[in-house]
Nanobody
């Protein structure tokens, strides 16, 4: 069974950092594109960042250089390093593996509040 499990969420103050992890089991990252999405209450799910098998990255406009997406095929893991967090970054963050059959993680809460 292919499964993505996110971890690393929590509550931080504005300006602080979080590092989200997404571990894939039951499959390999191979060259598939991996993405992080987020969904805030009352809002649609939006793309945060994507990384291809060759390491090409794409970020949402709101990121503005604050986040970094990384992957390691040997560890079957994708990370989202989030720095200079803002209250508007509060959301449930989801990991997604693209492919013939895409796979989503269950999501993890990240809260930014003073």
């Amino acid at each position: 069974q292919v499964q993505l499990v996110e971890s690393g969420g929590g509550m931080v103050q504005p300006g602080e950092s979080l590092r989200l992890s997404c571990v894939l089991s039951g499959d390999s990252l191979n060259e598939d594109t991996m993405s992080w999405y987020r969904q805030a209450p009352g809002k649609e799910r939006e793309l945060v960042a994507s990384i291809t098998g060759r390491g090409t990255t794409v970020y949402g406009d709101f990121v503005m250089g604050r986040f970094t997406i990384l992957r390691d095929g040997a560890q079957n893991t994708v990370w989202l390093q989030m720095d200079r967090l803002k209250p508007e970054d509060t959301a449930v963050y989801y990991c997604k593996k693209w492919g013939l059959q895409s796979t989503w993680g269950q999501g993890i809460q990240a809260t930014v509040s003073s």
